[in-house]
């Protein structure tokens, strides 16, 4: 267990640059963590570039850092992308997630490794807890999961942490908020937005936060991490009109299978979390997830209001 408090935290944070990562850095900083943040696309004068693939690169750059705890935060989250190019999605999510256990054994340190909601097969009516059993459905869940199971294999000390529908990034941003916000942008006048796949949107920002207290506790083991509430694509659109109060855009319900064509993977009907874990032992602070959404939109997109 770390020791937080009276002594210095080292954390060495991989997959720096993306949504999340963004978002847990300012949170780590608040609380006096020196980091090192890599990743292998984006360089800036804080950032280092690093491939989690190459096992050799990653030991020597993590080794000589030496941190006290590891976020693992790099992966492939494009379903179709994993889709198509089955041996690179499992390099960077199962085998990137290999060499990070690897070099956390040998330096005796804690990982954290963040999975997703989308290890489940979606044909639970009620939201999945950490009891439930995973069964992914495309290949983006299955590497995932495998880099789960390597996890609790190779490393006692770990938290495996699943985030669900990732809210947040403001520019680094590529998921759904920020497609509807360039559809916006783009001076669509009607959005169309499916009903039949439900989730639990995630506020990265507080995910980052609700994390770091979870760290300090020392509890390692599988935790769900979103906000509260469930909603369908079609819902959070419709909220986000409401919220910029775009009354001259409209919002038509259509199924998946009007996207079918650009978004092929195949994906659960239901990707619905509830933070069991953190309920029960009283650390569940996230906020629902509309309240998310409207903090997400009054903060980065101020200038987008009507």
């Known amino acids: 267990m770390i020791a937080f408090g009276g002594s ?26 020196t980091i090192a943040a890599t990743d292998i696309r984006f360089l800036d004068d804080d950032m280092g570039k690093l491939d989690v693939r190459n096992f050799e690169e990653m030991s020597r750059v993590i080794s000589d850092f030496g941190p006290d705890i590891l976020y693992h935060l790099a992966a492939e989250t494009n379903l179709e992308t994993c889709e198509e190019q089955v041996d690179y999605a499992y390099e960077t999510n199962f085998v990137g997630t290999q060499n990070a256990c690897m070099v956390c054994r040998n330096l005796g340190i804690p990982l954290v490794y963040v999975s997703t909601a989308g290890v489940f097969d979606g044909t639970k009516l009620e939201p999945y807890t950490e009891f439930d059993n995973p069964n992914p459905i495309n290949v983006y869940g299955s ?39 360039d559809q916006l942008d783009n001076g669509t006048k009607t959005i169309h937005a499916v009903t039949d796949r ?109």
Request: one cysteine or more; a positive charge; hydrophobic letters at 40%.
């Open 8 to 33: 210095e935290v080292k954390a060495f944070v991989t997959g720096a640059a993306g949504m999340l990562g963004t978002s847990l850095l300012p949170v780590l900083r608040e609380h006096e963590h």
């Open 143 to 181: 590497s995932k999961l495998e880099g789960e199971k390597i996890v609790r294999e190779i490393l006692p000390e770990h938290y495996v942490v699943r985030a669900g529908w990732m809210i947040g990034g403001a520019d680094r941003d590529r998921k759904f908020v920020h497609k509807i916000m």
């Open 198 to 306: 439900t989730g639990t949107p995630t506020y990265a920002p507080a995910f980052s936060r609700v994390l770091e207290k979870l760290i300090r506790t020392g509890r390692y083991g599988t935790y769900h991490l979103a906000c509260k509430g469930r909603a369908s694509r079609f819902e959070v659109a419709r909220e986000m009109l409401r919220i910029l109060n775009r009354s001259d855009v409209s919002i038509k319900p259509v199924t998946s299978d009007f996207f079918k064509e650009e978004f092929f993977a195949p994906r659960p009907r239901s990707e619905e979390m509830r933070n069991y874990v953190l309920d029960l032992i009283s650390m569940n602070d996230m906020p629902h997830w509309g309240e998310s959404l409207n903090t997400y939109l009054q903060t980065f997109f101020a200038d987008r209001f009507h």
